[in-house]
């Protein structure tokens, strides 16, 4: 896989960040209608965020999501508005999971990935969907 430098007006990039979070206390309630939903929630604030979602893998206890990005989004800024719109939208729409004290965990993994790394990283996320 290789992917193409990005350009904006003043700058020219490939950032590519490996997130993992998980929800709070680590409950398996990732699974089914849940799942799909957390899906096209992240999607969707990634596209408002102008994020290339490269892999995504829902597992019952953890998020794997792996996106290119631009340079004027920090990666903490990342996590933040799509943990906390993911949260809003879930806990609203299924009632159950405000049991939960919170939706996700306050921490998170981030790695970095250039162009020779990726495809690794790609690999990894896509046998985590197939493990499961």
Same mark, same amino acid.
């Given at each position: 896989?290789?992917?193409?430098?990005?350009?904006?007006?003043t700058?020219?990039?490939?950032?590519?960040?490996?997130?993992?979070?998980?929800?709070?206390?680590?409950?398996?309630?990732?699974?089914?209608?849940?799942?799909?939903?957390?899906?096209?929630?992240?999607?969707e604030?990634?596209?408002?965020?102008?994020?290339?979602?490269?892999?995504?893998?829902?597992q019952p206890?953890?998020?794997?999501? *792996? @996106? &290119?990005?631009?340079? $004027?989004?920090?990666?903490?800024? !990342?996590?933040?508005? /799509?943990?906390?719109?993911?949260?809003?939208v879930?806990?609203?729409?299924?009632?159950?999971?405000?049991?939960?004290?919170?939706?996700?965990?306050?921490?998170? *993994? @981030? &790695?970095?990935?250039? $162009?020779?790394?990726?495809?690794? !990283?790609r690999?990894? /996320?896509?046998?985590?969907?197939?493990?499961?």
């Amino acid at each position: 896989m290789s992917q193409d430098y990005k350009r904006a007006y003043t700058s020219m990039y490939l950032l590519n960040y490996h997130f993992v979070w998980i929800p709070r206390r680590r409950r398996p309630v990732l699974v089914g209608r849940v799942a799909e939903r957390l899906k096209e929630l992240i999607l969707e604030k990634a596209g408002e965020l102008k994020l290339e979602v490269l892999e995504l893998a829902i597992q019952p206890d953890h998020v794997h999501l *792996f @996106v &290119s990005a631009p340079p $004027n989004l920090a990666p903490n800024q !990342i996590m933040f508005r /799509i943990k906390g719109y993911t949260a809003r939208v879930l806990r609203r729409e299924f009632p159950w999971l405000r049991k939960l004290p919170s939706m996700w965990t306050r921490a998170y *993994f @981030v &790695s970095t990935a250039g $162009n020779v790394s990726s495809e690794t !990283i790609r690999r990894y /996320i896509e046998a985590q969907s197939t493990s499961a």
